[in-house]
């Protein structure tokens, strides 16, 4: 299985307070997601790495922020977070970006707000 | 129209059975596509990609048929251990991104 870290795995917070999400990777790849899991909606984009500080956003990007200050780490934040965040969110990497290049997921990160 | 449609199922076959899921797709575009399997609360995993001519990994068959814009996953011989859902994934020709369907949940009975 490709090393990636996905931390917490589980967290429940109130809504309005900031939540950060970490992905970690030991593949040295050059691309790494954020991806969230709503039933009915099967997975969307949030945002994407392509490189050191290079992200760009995904379909469903608002009210969320994400930095990568190393190539294995990848942050997704909530600055406030709100009811509707409330969901499942997944991290991914590739090695290349390319349409023949599948992605690897991490583990999962189960995110309640109330 | 969502960009990648798949029927939600559920699915229930019994062990030894031959199943198939189809999974359609709406942009012409879209250059290349995969199979994921999702066990329940776990993360997806790669099952496998499909190429134009069709390919097969053992138990598994995937075809793609670009002028009717669907591709399938044919499982023979059904284990109990491949109860799961199954996500086909399409991948736009330029765009950055893997576009998911809902999932075909699967149940193999004993």
């Known amino acids: 299985d490709a090393g990636i870290t996905q931390s917490p795995r589980h967290k429940v917070t109130e809504t309005g307070t900031p939540v950060t999400l970490r992905c970690h990777q030991t593949?040295?790849?050059?691309?790494m997601y954020w991806y969230r899991q709503d039933p009915g909606h099967g997975l969307r984009l949030i945002h994407y790495?392509?490189?050191?500080?290079?992200?760009d956003k995904g379909e469903v990007s608002d009210g969320y922020s994400v930095s990568r200050s190393k190539t294995e780490d990848f942050l997704l934040t909530l600055e406030s977070a709100t009811s509707s965040q409330t969901s499942v969110y997944f991290c991914?990497?590739?090695?290349?970006?390319?349409?023949?290049?599948?992605?690897?997921f991490g583990d999962g990160t189960r995110l309640s707000i109330l | 129209r969502k960009e990648v449609e798949q029927d939600p199922g559920p699915f229930n076959v019994p062990e030894g059975a031959t199943v198939a899921f189809n999974c359609t797709y709406s942009?012409?575009?879209?250059?290349?596509f995969f199979w994921y399997r999702q066990d329940c609360r776990k993360e997806p995993k790669l099952l496998m990609s499909?190429?134009?001519s069709g390919n097969e990994d053992g138990r598994f068959t995937a075809q793609l048929n670009r002028a009717s814009q669907y591709i399938s996953l044919l499982i023979r011989d059904s284990k109990l251990s491949d109860s799961a859902t199954y996500l086909c994934?399409?991948?736009?020709?330029?765009?950055?991104?893997?576009?998911f369907g809902q999932g075909t949940r699967l149940t193999i009975n004993p």
């Open positions: 991914a990497i590739s090695e290349i970006q390319g349409p023949y290049q599948p992605q690897h």
């Open positions: 942009n012409s575009a879209s250059q290349s």
């Open positions: 499909v190429y134009s």
């Open positions: 593949e040295n790849h050059r691309y």
């Open positions: 790495s392509y490189g050191v500080k290079d992200t």
């Open positions: 994934v399409v991948v736009i020709q330029g765009a950055q991104k893997l576009v």
